[in-house]
């Protein structure tokens, strides 16, 4: 036992303040997850989290990833196994889960997609944390990105969005597909029947926005368009003011697979970002938001 650490913190390297918001960034070296050394406490803390957001998100997050996530064979009683989770997942799309203290440089990550392996922090938050945390623990990666790398067509559009983050660290262009990422994989929603239903796993992960995304009249809700996305900012730390409502999954594939998005991206170099939560003549508004929750905020 003498090689776990003693208690299940993560190893920070450094903090970085960036325009999106406070980036704490960590070691990029793939580490075993400490299983023996969860505490109870750790294990409550999923089981509260897991407990609270199943409830929240059936009606409210999309068929295929509830589906997904008892295909995982997730449940309340202890934090997973990287090892049992990735047999199941390499039986299904070939993916494997590493461990990791933490977000990675975007090269590495996207290094590790482009290969069909998703890092997942190996921590999990202190009970007084259940509400809101600025970065990812295993709750978040675990519970909200790791059902869908069974669905295969969601598993395709990860590894091309890794090799698509490659292509563009190439032409300088990471800040683009970082917007993609952050608009589909984490806020993402989906059309499911005649509804929007959640997928992205910031949301799902999250109480609060779980319900503010898609109850809540204040957010915009527009069409998916990848140009758009790719101009869009937003930040790290807030409710989005804007959720991006693709048609299905392998219409999201196809967008970012089969695309020649070198042209997109030399029209990007020309344009102008999009202020987070405004809205273009030309976006295919879904629903028209308030805005009351961001001006509540502005004015308080
Ligand atoms: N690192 N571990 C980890 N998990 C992420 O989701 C992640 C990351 N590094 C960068 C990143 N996400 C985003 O900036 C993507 O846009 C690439
Ligand atoms: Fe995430």
Request: charged fraction near 25%.
């Amino acid at each position: 036992m003498s090689s776990l650490p003693s208690d299940t913190s993560p190893n920070r390297v450094e903090h970085q303040h960036t325009d999106k918001g406070y980036v704490p960034v960590y070691t990029t070296a793939v580490v075993e997850q400490p299983w023996d050394a969860y505490t109870p406490v750790d294990h409550d803390v999923w089981a509260q989290l897991f407990k609270r957001q199943r409830e929240l998100l059936v009606g409210r997050a999309s068929d295929a990833f509830l589906a997904a996530q008892d295909a995982m064979g997730m449940t309340p009683d202890a934090i997973p196994k990287f090892e049992e989770l990735n047999a199941i997942l390499q039986r299904a799309t070939g993916w494997t889960l590493v461990g990791v203290e933490g977000l990675l440089p975007e090269l590495t990550f996207f290094e590790h997609l482009a290969n069909r392996r998703f890092p997942v922090t190996w921590w999990i938050r202190k009970p007084e944390q259940l509400d809101y945390l600025e970065e990812p623990d295993i709750f978040h990666d675990v519970f909200g990105h790791v059902p869908l790398l069974v669905h295969p067509v969601f598993a395709d559009y990860m590894q091309a969005y890794g090799e698509g983050g490659l292509r563009a660290a190439r032409l300088g262009m990471i800040d683009a597909l970082a917007r993609l990422y952050w608009y589909t994989v984490e806020f993402g929603l989906i059309r499911d029947g005649g509804d929007l239903k959640l997928y992205g796993a910031g949301i799902v992960s999250s109480y609060g926005e779980s319900l503010f995304a898609i109850d809540d009249p204040s957010p915009n809700r527009i069409g998916f368009d990848l140009e758009r996305v790719m101009r869009s900012l937003y930040r790290i730390d807030d409710y989005q003011q804007n959720y991006f409502v693709i048609d299905s999954f392998e219409d999201l594939l196809q967008q970012t697979r089969d695309a020649d998005l070198e042209p997109i991206y030399d029209r990007l170099r020309d344009q102008e970002a999009i202020d987070v939560g405004r809205l273009l003549p030309t976006d295919r508004i879904l629903h028209a938001g308030t805005q009351a929750y961001a001006h509540g905020k502005a004015n308080a």
